[in-house]
């Protein structure tokens, strides 16, 4: 009998489930991220965006069974607007340090990465960034 009643109720769990999730609200939600973040996160045209995190918020509206529309904000401002309300979260691999936490929530971390030193291949005049900062040069890198 026990199994019966594990069957009846997984039944009728599964034959609610839909009805609960077409009952809630199905307003777009907004997300925020910087259009020209390139790749691998979020590149292309800023009307039909591809990458990582397009993916990644394309899977999330899947979930939720809710739209979510892109909107652009600068990567330096992106935590300043969802702050404000002008979009419900970020998806733009910000990064989880002291300061942010203090201004944000934060998922699991989606994307895991190390910091690296690029250069020409016929370049070798460093191999660290102490040896760029010992010889003068400029390292290009986004804020933060």
């Known amino acids: 009998m026990d199994k019966l009643w594990r069957t009846f109720l997984l039944a009728t769990l599964c034959y609610c489930l839909p009805v609960s999730l077409n009952a809630q609200d199905k307003k777009s939600l907004v997300c925020g991220a910087d259009l020209e973040g390139g790749i691998p996160y979020l590149f292309g045209d800023k009307d039909d965006p591809v990458g990582f995190e397009v993916d990644l918020m394309n899977a999330l509206a899947k979930m ?3 739209p979510i529309k892109l909107e652009h904000a600068d990567f330096e401002s992106l935590i300043a ?5 002008d979009v419900d979260f970020a998806l ?3 990064e989880i340090s002291p300061q942010n936490l203090r201004q944000a ?3 699991r971390p989606y994307y895991i990465y190390q910091l690296q030193l690029i250069a020409r291949i016929d370049d070798d ?3 660290t960034l102490e ?3 010992a010889q003068g040069l400029t390292v290009g890198t986004l804020g933060g």
């Open 64 to 66: 939720l069974g809710r």
């Open 81 to 85: 607007t969802v702050d404000r309300g």
């Open 92 to 94: 733009n691999g910000l």
């Open 105 to 107: 929530r934060f998922t």
């Open 125 to 127: 005049r460093f191999t």
């Open 131 to 133: 040896d760029c900062q």
